[in-house]
Protein backbone atom coordinates (compact mmCIF):
# COMPACT_ATOMS: atom_id res chain seq x y z
CA UNK A 1 0.00 0.00 0.00
CA UNK A 2 1.35 3.53 -1.09
CA UNK A 3 0.18 6.79 1.11
CA UNK A 4 1.04 9.84 -0.75
CA UNK A 5 0.18 13.23 -2.56
CA UNK A 6 -0.55 15.13 0.43
CA UNK A 7 -2.34 18.58 -0.08
CA UNK A 8 -4.15 20.74 1.33
CA UNK A 9 -7.54 22.24 -0.35
CA UNK A 10 -10.30 25.13 0.28
CA UNK A 11 -13.84 23.69 0.00
CA UNK A 12 -16.38 26.55 0.95
CA UNK A 13 -15.81 27.63 4.40
CA UNK A 14 -13.44 24.00 5.34
CA UNK A 15 -10.03 23.27 4.80
CA UNK A 16 -9.29 19.64 3.39
CA UNK A 17 -6.20 17.71 3.95
CA UNK A 18 -5.92 14.35 1.62
CA UNK A 19 -3.93 12.01 0.73
CA UNK A 20 -4.14 9.27 -1.80
CA UNK A 21 -4.28 4.98 -0.41
CA UNK A 22 -2.86 3.22 -3.41
CA UNK A 23 -2.91 -0.75 -2.86
CA UNK A 24 -0.29 -2.40 -4.38
CA UNK A 25 -0.78 -6.59 -3.44
CA UNK A 26 -4.17 -6.76 -3.97
CA UNK A 27 -7.07 -5.73 -6.81
CA UNK A 28 -8.75 -2.70 -4.42
CA UNK A 29 -9.93 0.76 -5.27
CA UNK A 30 -7.66 3.94 -5.29
CA UNK A 31 -9.04 5.76 -2.29
CA UNK A 32 -8.64 9.54 -1.31
CA UNK A 33 -8.71 9.92 2.74
CA UNK A 34 -9.55 13.49 4.07
CA UNK A 35 -9.22 15.31 7.73
CA UNK A 36 -11.39 18.56 7.03
CA UNK A 37 -11.84 21.22 9.61
CA UNK A 38 -13.54 24.78 9.35
CA UNK A 39 -11.33 27.76 7.95
CA UNK A 40 -10.97 29.30 11.31
CA UNK A 41 -9.23 26.15 12.20
CA UNK A 42 -7.01 25.39 9.22
CA UNK A 43 -3.97 26.24 11.92
CA UNK A 44 -4.30 23.35 13.41
CA UNK A 45 -4.18 21.26 10.54
CA UNK A 46 -1.00 18.87 10.15
CA UNK A 47 1.32 19.07 7.29
CA UNK A 48 2.76 15.47 8.01
CA UNK A 49 1.80 12.09 6.28
CA UNK A 50 1.35 10.69 10.19
CA UNK A 51 -3.17 10.47 10.54
CA UNK A 52 -2.57 8.80 6.70
CA UNK A 53 -0.13 6.24 8.05
CA UNK A 54 -2.41 5.34 11.19
CA UNK A 55 -5.35 5.21 9.15
CA UNK A 56 -4.21 3.02 6.57
CA UNK A 57 -2.25 0.27 8.45
CA UNK A 58 -4.86 -1.56 9.93
CA UNK A 59 -6.89 -2.06 6.28
CA UNK A 60 -3.31 -2.87 4.72
CA UNK A 61 -2.62 -5.70 7.12
CA UNK A 62 -5.99 -7.14 6.70
CA UNK A 63 -6.25 -6.76 2.91
CA UNK A 64 -3.07 -8.64 2.73
CA UNK A 65 -0.66 -6.25 1.59
CA UNK A 66 2.86 -6.52 1.81
CA UNK A 67 3.86 -3.43 3.26
CA UNK A 68 2.61 0.42 3.69
CA UNK A 69 4.94 2.95 1.99
CA UNK A 70 4.63 6.17 2.95
CA UNK A 71 6.24 8.94 0.58
CA UNK A 72 7.20 11.56 3.31
CA UNK A 73 8.48 11.83 6.73
CA UNK A 74 6.95 10.12 9.61
CA UNK A 75 8.19 10.68 13.43
CA UNK A 76 10.06 7.36 14.11
CA UNK A 77 8.39 7.24 17.43
CA UNK A 78 5.35 6.72 15.81
CA UNK A 79 6.86 4.20 13.38
CA UNK A 80 8.26 2.17 16.28
CA UNK A 81 4.37 2.22 18.06
CA UNK A 82 2.74 1.33 15.29
CA UNK A 83 5.36 -1.96 14.92
CA UNK A 84 4.02 -2.62 18.38
CA UNK A 85 0.37 -1.48 17.69
CA UNK A 86 0.84 -4.78 15.26
CA UNK A 87 2.51 -7.14 17.37
CA UNK A 88 -1.04 -6.67 20.13
CA UNK A 89 -2.51 -7.29 17.15
CA UNK A 90 -1.23 -9.98 15.66
CA UNK A 91 -1.33 -11.97 19.13
CA UNK A 92 -4.28 -11.27 19.55
CA UNK A 93 -6.10 -11.72 16.54
CA UNK A 94 -3.57 -14.62 14.97
CA UNK A 95 -2.10 -14.50 11.46
CA UNK A 96 -3.68 -12.86 9.13
CA UNK A 97 -2.63 -10.04 11.20
CA UNK A 98 1.28 -10.70 10.75
CA UNK A 99 2.93 -7.65 10.99
CA UNK A 100 4.22 -5.78 7.38
CA UNK A 101 7.14 -3.41 6.71
CA UNK A 102 6.55 0.40 7.17
CA UNK A 103 8.92 2.24 4.53
CA UNK A 104 8.69 6.01 5.26
CA UNK A 105 11.03 8.93 5.57
CA UNK A 106 12.14 10.11 9.45
CA UNK A 107 10.75 13.32 9.99
CA UNK A 108 13.56 15.33 12.04
CA UNK A 109 11.64 18.38 13.22
CA UNK A 110 9.58 18.42 16.40
CA UNK A 111 6.56 20.67 17.15
CA UNK A 112 7.39 23.71 19.51
CA UNK A 113 4.65 23.15 23.55
CA UNK A 114 1.18 23.49 22.34
CA UNK A 115 -2.09 22.96 24.82
CA UNK A 116 -4.09 19.72 25.47
CA UNK A 117 -7.43 18.67 23.88
CA UNK A 118 -9.73 15.79 24.61
CA UNK A 119 -12.29 13.97 22.83
CA UNK A 120 -16.10 15.02 23.74
CA UNK A 121 -18.91 12.64 22.59
CA UNK A 122 -20.89 13.68 25.09
CA UNK A 123 -21.33 10.26 27.04
CA UNK A 124 -20.12 9.74 30.73
CA UNK A 125 -16.92 8.30 29.21
CA UNK A 126 -15.76 11.34 27.94
CA UNK A 127 -17.33 13.84 30.58
CA UNK A 128 -15.64 11.88 32.92
CA UNK A 129 -12.21 12.62 31.30
CA UNK A 130 -13.50 16.43 30.93
CA UNK A 131 -14.37 16.79 34.41
CA UNK A 132 -11.44 14.79 35.73
CA UNK A 133 -8.84 16.41 33.30
CA UNK A 134 -10.43 20.36 34.69
CA UNK A 135 -10.25 19.17 38.76
CA UNK A 136 -6.78 18.14 38.06
CA UNK A 137 -4.72 20.45 36.33
CA UNK A 138 -5.31 24.12 36.73
CA UNK A 139 -5.81 26.37 33.97
CA UNK A 140 -2.46 27.58 31.77
CA UNK A 141 -1.21 24.02 32.42
CA UNK A 142 0.23 22.07 29.68
CA UNK A 143 -2.01 18.85 30.58
CA UNK A 144 -5.21 20.92 30.82
CA UNK A 145 -7.72 20.65 27.90
CA UNK A 146 -8.61 23.73 26.44
CA UNK A 147 -10.15 22.63 23.27
CA UNK A 148 -12.63 19.22 22.40
CA UNK A 149 -12.57 17.26 19.55
CA UNK A 150 -15.64 15.99 18.09
CA UNK A 151 -15.24 13.60 14.86
CA UNK A 152 -18.07 13.37 12.13
CA UNK A 153 -17.80 10.53 9.58
CA UNK A 154 -16.79 7.33 12.04
CA UNK A 155 -19.67 6.07 14.46
CA UNK A 156 -21.69 9.24 13.76
CA UNK A 157 -22.56 9.52 9.98
CA UNK A 158 -26.27 10.88 9.04
CA UNK A 159 -26.52 14.81 8.60
CA UNK A 160 -29.64 14.85 10.97
CA UNK A 161 -27.29 12.81 13.91
CA UNK A 162 -24.45 15.00 12.80
CA UNK A 163 -26.12 17.93 13.66
CA UNK A 164 -27.71 16.67 16.73
CA UNK A 165 -24.14 15.27 18.26
CA UNK A 166 -22.55 18.40 17.13
CA UNK A 167 -25.13 20.87 18.93
CA UNK A 168 -24.86 18.45 22.14
CA UNK A 169 -21.44 19.01 22.14
CA UNK A 170 -21.19 22.86 21.66
CA UNK A 171 -23.64 23.20 24.57
CA UNK A 172 -20.69 21.08 27.11
CA UNK A 173 -18.14 22.44 25.08
CA UNK A 174 -19.43 26.27 25.93
CA UNK A 175 -20.39 25.62 29.54
CA UNK A 176 -17.28 23.81 30.40
CA UNK A 177 -15.62 27.05 28.49
CA UNK A 178 -13.82 24.69 25.90
CA UNK A 179 -13.13 25.34 22.06
CA UNK A 180 -15.40 22.98 20.32
CA UNK A 181 -12.88 21.49 16.80
CA UNK A 182 -15.39 19.82 14.53
CA UNK A 183 -13.20 17.33 12.42
CA UNK A 184 -15.08 15.00 8.79
CA UNK A 185 -12.97 12.44 8.04
CA UNK A 186 -13.52 9.59 5.21
CA UNK A 187 -11.10 7.31 6.88
CA UNK A 188 -13.85 4.01 7.58
CA UNK A 189 -13.96 4.39 3.66
CA UNK A 190 -10.49 2.32 3.42
CA UNK A 191 -12.81 -1.10 4.95
CA UNK A 192 -16.04 -0.47 6.82
CA UNK A 193 -16.16 -4.05 8.02
CA UNK A 194 -18.01 -3.32 11.79
CA UNK A 195 -15.55 -6.14 13.41
CA UNK A 196 -12.62 -4.34 12.10
CA UNK A 197 -13.54 -1.59 13.64
CA UNK A 198 -14.65 -2.88 16.64
CA UNK A 199 -11.62 -4.33 16.98
CA UNK A 200 -8.63 -2.44 15.22
CA UNK A 201 -9.57 -0.17 13.43
CA UNK A 202 -11.92 2.30 14.77
CA UNK A 203 -9.12 3.52 17.37
CA UNK A 204 -6.44 4.17 15.17
CA UNK A 205 -8.91 6.24 13.41
CA UNK A 206 -9.30 8.46 15.93
CA UNK A 207 -6.11 8.08 16.83
CA UNK A 208 -5.11 9.74 13.54
CA UNK A 209 -7.37 12.39 14.02
CA UNK A 210 -5.14 13.58 16.80
CA UNK A 211 -2.53 13.64 14.38
CA UNK A 212 -4.12 15.78 11.62
CA UNK A 213 -4.25 18.43 14.82
CA UNK A 214 -1.04 18.40 15.42
CA UNK A 215 -0.03 21.38 15.25
CA UNK A 216 -2.94 22.95 17.54
CA UNK A 217 -2.63 20.00 20.03
CA UNK A 218 0.45 18.45 22.05
CA UNK A 219 -1.92 16.02 23.71
CA UNK A 220 -4.68 14.43 23.45
CA UNK A 221 -7.11 13.12 26.09
CA UNK A 222 -9.16 9.28 25.35
CA UNK A 223 -11.65 7.53 27.74
CA UNK A 224 -11.44 4.49 28.42
CA UNK A 225 -14.78 2.79 28.61
CA UNK A 226 -13.81 -0.41 30.67
CA UNK A 227 -12.50 -0.83 33.90
CA UNK A 228 -9.04 -2.78 34.05
CA UNK A 229 -10.94 -5.54 35.65
CA UNK A 230 -12.92 -6.14 32.65
CA UNK A 231 -10.32 -5.57 29.64
CA UNK A 232 -10.61 -7.57 26.54
CA UNK A 233 -8.90 -7.03 23.51
CA UNK A 234 -10.45 -4.31 22.16
CA UNK A 235 -9.85 -1.62 19.57
CA UNK A 236 -8.78 1.36 22.80
CA UNK A 237 -7.16 -0.77 24.92
CA UNK A 238 -4.41 0.46 26.82
CA UNK A 239 -1.55 -1.90 25.29
CA UNK A 240 -2.01 -0.76 22.22
CA UNK A 241 -3.05 3.44 22.44
CA UNK A 242 -0.01 5.02 24.14
CA UNK A 243 2.10 3.34 21.00
CA UNK A 244 -0.17 5.76 18.58
CA UNK A 245 2.07 8.65 19.82
CA UNK A 246 4.91 10.63 18.45
CA UNK A 247 7.18 13.76 19.92
CA UNK A 248 4.75 15.71 18.51
CA UNK A 249 1.21 14.28 19.57
CA UNK A 250 0.50 11.98 23.42
CA UNK A 251 -2.51 9.84 23.40
CA UNK A 252 -3.55 9.77 27.01
CA UNK A 253 -6.18 7.37 28.05
CA UNK A 254 -8.16 8.34 31.06
CA UNK A 255 -10.59 6.41 33.37
CA UNK A 256 -8.96 2.63 33.34
CA UNK A 257 -9.11 2.74 37.10
CA UNK A 258 -13.22 3.66 37.48
CA UNK A 259 -16.09 1.76 37.03
CA UNK A 260 -19.22 3.45 35.09
CA UNK A 261 -20.99 3.77 38.50
CA UNK A 262 -17.67 5.14 39.96
CA UNK A 263 -17.74 7.85 37.22
CA UNK A 264 -21.62 8.57 37.41
CA UNK A 265 -20.17 9.07 41.15
CA UNK A 266 -17.48 11.71 40.37
CA UNK A 267 -20.50 13.73 38.04
CA UNK A 268 -22.85 13.70 40.04
CA UNK A 269 -22.33 16.53 41.70
CA UNK A 270 -21.33 18.66 37.95
CA UNK A 271 -23.60 20.74 37.09
CA UNK A 272 -22.62 20.33 33.73
CA UNK A 273 -23.31 16.37 33.59
CA UNK A 274 -25.99 16.91 34.63
CA UNK A 275 -27.94 18.68 32.87
CA UNK A 276 -26.17 17.87 28.89
CA UNK A 277 -25.14 13.87 30.11
CA UNK A 278 -26.23 11.82 27.05
CA UNK A 279 -26.04 8.02 27.32
CA UNK A 280 -28.94 6.94 24.90
CA UNK A 281 -29.00 4.40 22.82
CA UNK A 282 -31.96 4.50 21.16
CA UNK A 283 -31.11 8.36 19.74
CA UNK A 284 -34.71 9.88 20.37
CA UNK A 285 -35.23 13.43 18.37
CA UNK A 286 -37.00 14.71 21.02
CA UNK A 287 -34.94 15.07 24.18
CA UNK A 288 -31.37 13.50 24.72
CA UNK A 289 -32.23 10.42 26.94
CA UNK A 290 -34.97 8.04 26.57
CA UNK A 291 -34.95 7.17 29.84
CA UNK A 292 -35.94 3.48 29.27
CA UNK A 293 -33.44 1.54 27.44
CA UNK A 294 -30.80 -0.35 29.27
CA UNK A 295 -28.21 2.37 29.12
CA UNK A 296 -30.33 5.07 30.51
CA UNK A 297 -31.99 2.69 33.66
CA UNK A 298 -28.46 1.95 34.06
CA UNK A 299 -26.85 5.54 34.02
CA UNK A 300 -29.92 6.52 36.01
CA UNK A 301 -29.37 3.79 38.72
CA UNK A 302 -25.69 5.16 39.39
CA UNK A 303 -27.03 8.67 39.57
CA UNK A 304 -29.97 7.07 42.04
CA UNK A 305 -26.75 5.67 44.09
CA UNK A 306 -25.33 9.20 43.91
CA UNK A 307 -27.83 10.61 45.96
CA UNK A 308 -28.74 13.24 42.47
CA UNK A 309 -30.97 11.36 40.51
CA UNK A 310 -33.43 14.15 40.95
CA UNK A 311 -31.05 16.72 39.93
CA UNK A 312 -30.15 15.38 36.68
CA UNK A 313 -32.63 17.52 34.76
CA UNK A 314 -31.59 15.24 31.25
CA UNK A 315 -33.46 12.13 32.47
CA UNK A 316 -37.09 11.89 32.59
CA UNK A 317 -37.27 10.07 36.17
CA UNK A 318 -36.90 11.15 39.79
CA UNK A 319 -36.85 7.79 41.02
CA UNK A 320 -36.42 4.54 39.31
CA UNK A 321 -39.11 1.46 40.14
CA UNK A 322 -38.60 -2.31 39.97
CA UNK A 323 -40.92 -2.27 37.01
CA UNK A 324 -38.90 -0.61 35.01
CA UNK A 325 -35.72 -2.30 35.97
CA UNK A 326 -37.59 -5.61 35.06
CA UNK A 327 -38.20 -3.89 31.24
CA UNK A 328 -35.14 -4.05 30.20
CA UNK A 329 -32.95 -6.82 28.65
CA UNK A 330 -29.12 -7.09 29.23
CA UNK A 331 -27.76 -7.98 25.67
CA UNK A 332 -24.14 -8.39 26.27
CA UNK A 333 -21.09 -8.31 28.22
CA UNK A 334 -20.13 -5.15 28.38
CA UNK A 335 -23.75 -4.66 29.78
CA UNK A 336 -23.79 -7.54 32.03
CA UNK A 337 -20.38 -6.59 33.47
CA UNK A 338 -22.04 -2.92 34.11
CA UNK A 339 -24.89 -4.23 35.79
CA UNK A 340 -22.64 -6.82 38.05
CA UNK A 341 -21.27 -3.64 39.16
CA UNK A 342 -25.07 -2.41 39.71
CA UNK A 343 -25.71 -5.19 41.84
CA UNK A 344 -22.96 -5.04 44.33
CA UNK A 345 -23.27 -1.18 45.03
CA UNK A 346 -27.31 -1.21 44.71
CA UNK A 347 -27.07 -3.78 47.84
CA UNK A 348 -24.34 -1.85 49.52
CA UNK A 349 -26.67 1.30 49.27
CA UNK A 350 -29.59 -0.68 50.79
CA UNK A 351 -31.40 -1.11 47.86
CA UNK A 352 -32.54 -4.38 48.00
CA UNK A 353 -35.45 -4.69 46.09
CA UNK A 354 -33.23 -2.95 42.87
CA UNK A 355 -30.58 -5.18 43.42
CA UNK A 356 -32.68 -8.31 43.21
CA UNK A 357 -34.39 -6.77 39.82
CA UNK A 358 -31.08 -6.31 37.97
CA UNK A 359 -29.55 -9.88 39.43
CA UNK A 360 -32.85 -10.95 38.07
CA UNK A 361 -32.17 -9.35 34.53
CA UNK A 362 -28.54 -10.97 34.80
CA UNK A 363 -30.10 -14.34 35.26
CA UNK A 364 -31.85 -14.27 32.25
CA UNK A 365 -29.10 -12.59 30.21
CA UNK A 366 -26.67 -15.85 31.49
CA UNK A 367 -29.82 -18.23 30.45
CA UNK A 368 -29.75 -16.49 26.97
CA UNK A 369 -26.47 -16.91 26.53
CA UNK A 370 -26.31 -20.65 27.67
CA UNK A 371 -29.08 -21.22 25.11
CA UNK A 372 -27.34 -18.98 22.55
CA UNK A 373 -24.41 -21.17 23.27
CA UNK A 374 -25.79 -24.55 23.19
CA UNK A 375 -24.67 -25.34 26.28
CA UNK A 376 -28.15 -25.17 27.93
CA UNK A 377 -29.27 -28.31 25.51
CA UNK A 378 -25.92 -30.12 25.66
CA UNK A 379 -26.17 -29.83 29.46
CA UNK A 380 -29.87 -30.77 29.57
CA UNK A 381 -28.98 -33.59 27.06
CA UNK A 382 -26.07 -34.77 29.28
CA UNK A 383 -28.55 -35.05 31.98
CA UNK A 384 -30.72 -37.12 30.49
CA UNK A 385 -28.27 -39.35 29.36
CA UNK A 386 -26.50 -39.64 32.50
CA UNK A 387 -22.97 -38.31 30.72
CA UNK A 388 -21.09 -36.37 32.96
CA UNK A 389 -18.83 -33.51 31.38
ZN1 LIG B 1 -32.48 5.57 26.47
Redo the contacts with the bound molecule.
Keep these: MIVKNLRREQLGGNVRLSADIVHETVPAPFAVIYYEVEERHADLLTDSYAPFLIAALVPAVFHGEARIVVEGDVAPLLVAGLRCVMGWHHHWYGKRHAPIAIEAGTRATALPRRPSAVYLSGGIDSMFTLRRNQLGFPAGHACRADSAILVNGFDVRRPDAIRIARDHVQQIADAATLELITVSSNVPLLDDDYPLWAKQFGGAAFCSVAHALAPGFQRVWFSANSPIPDLTPWTLHPATDPNYSSADVEIRQEGLEFTCVEKVRLLAHWDVALRHAR????N?VDRL?????????RTQLAFLLAGRLSDASVFPNDDITVAQVRAVRIRNEGQARDNHDLVRELRAAGRANLARAVAANLREYEKWVAWRDGTGLRHRAARVLGFRH
Excluded: D, L, M
Excluded at 279 to 282: D, G, P, S
Excluded at 289 to 297: A, L, R
Design positions: VCTRPNCGQCEKCI
